[in-house]
């Protein structure tokens, strides 16, 4: 039996105690516990969520671990609900295939490969695919997509049953999964255990400095554990006997940082200017979280005061997506169905159940064409541009989106009721 929660009190880089609480969220249910219809008149489990900040090696990380045998053994997020998103990490493998992978072939495995969108596209290749991700239900679509996938958490012992039954890795890939494990020197013991003498680790982390940049607060939930900058992350990954190659940013999920590691020690230069940079904004200082504390406070106080106002103006209002992320935002803010009556989201397994917290029914985007909403609050904005192509008649008719966290850029709600 798995203890449901507990508290680590020392950096899961570093090892310092100490560490520094600098932004809370107060309570709140697990952000992908989407709730069936009747569980909701059951208590719902919530836990503490808070960033707490190691003054030590900059690393920031919440100081409550949720069981992972609770969050992820059965998931309802799916890669390949985003077109755009599955693209991104298409172009990825087939780059990280050209550059690390041998032409006479080799393993690529995947750590947290959800429903094998990544590598599927490179199936065709002449290479060997491997999956490793927990959530059984996600591995059965892997294998839809015939990509063999080892339902199970990625670990140092995992790593080296792959090396003995496949071989050693050409390349490893980790994509928005580094942040969801406890222990991380285990998963990168892991990583160099299973990598080839000349291979490459390639991963994707959201980036610190954006999350601080946009007060985007919603990517705080249980399911990130670790909220990376590049200086802890290098420290983290010599230790381990990683050496950090390259870093690049792409404007995905709010600002991705793409890692690209080898064996070794230390980091190019190029990664050295980096961190001078973090040095400069001052990322690893306390103050930067108090700032944003208050900038998400503020937030939080102008998303209501919105609501309440188009509720008053009877301005018929939807949330678009249920993200994550979507779950943070209406729970700290406090939008329950007075204000916020229902999302729509296009991912089937979604749909029909209610969001964690402020419970609304999750449905399918096309009941908008009836509903006829006036403006959607959108939760999924990391999708903005994928979303307003895909409703163009919602837009048409003179609906408008209103982005949850950043007021400056909120819509104008429409001067009367678009669906008059
Ligand atoms: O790290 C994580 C990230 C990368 O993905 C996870 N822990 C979980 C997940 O976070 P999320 O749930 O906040 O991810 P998304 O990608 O922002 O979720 C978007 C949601 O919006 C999905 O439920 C699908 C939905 N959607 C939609 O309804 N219509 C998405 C698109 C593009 C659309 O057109
Ligand atoms: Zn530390």
Partial sequence: MHPTTWERTVCRVCGAGGLARVLSLGEMP???????????????????????????CGMVQLGHVVSPELLFRSYLFVTSSSQRMSEHFSALMAAAVDEHVPASGGLVVEIGS????????????????????????????????????????????????????????????????LGHIDDLHDVCRGIRTLLAPR???????????????????DAIYHEHLSYFAVRPLVKLLNENGLRLERVEFFPVHGGTLRGTAVHGRGCAPAVEAVLSKELETGLA??????????????????????????????????GYGAPAKGTVVLNHCGLGVDLLPFVVDSTPAKQGLHVPGTHQLIRPPSVLADEKPDVLLLLAWNHAGEIREREAAFLARGGRFLLPHSPASWCEPPAQSASR
């Fill in 114 to 177: 959800n429903d094998g969108t990544g590598l599927s596209s490179i199936k065709r290749r002449d290479v060997r695919v491997l999956g490793v991700d927990p959530a059984r239900n996600i591995a059965v679509l892997a294998a839809a997509r015939e990509v063999p996938t080892i339902p199970e958490f990625f670990t140092e012992a995992l790593a080296a049953e792959i090396v003995r039954t496949a071989g050693a890795a050409s390349l490893v890939v980790a994509c928005n999964v």
């Fill in 199 to 217: 291979g490459a680790l390639v991963f994707e982390v959201p980036y610190l400095q954006d999350l601080v940049d946009l007060s985007a607060y």
């Fill in 285 to 318: 200082r306390r103050a930067t979280f108090d700032a944003m504390a208050t900038r998400v406070e503020d937030h939080r106080r102008g998303l209501r005061t919105a609501l309440t106002e188009l509720r008053e103006r009877r301005i018929k209002i939807a």
């Fill in 30 to 56: 697990p952000a992908n516990a989407l709730r069936a219809p009747a569980e909701l008149t059951n208590p719902e489990v919530r836990f503490p969520l808070a960033l707490a900040l190691c003054e030590a």
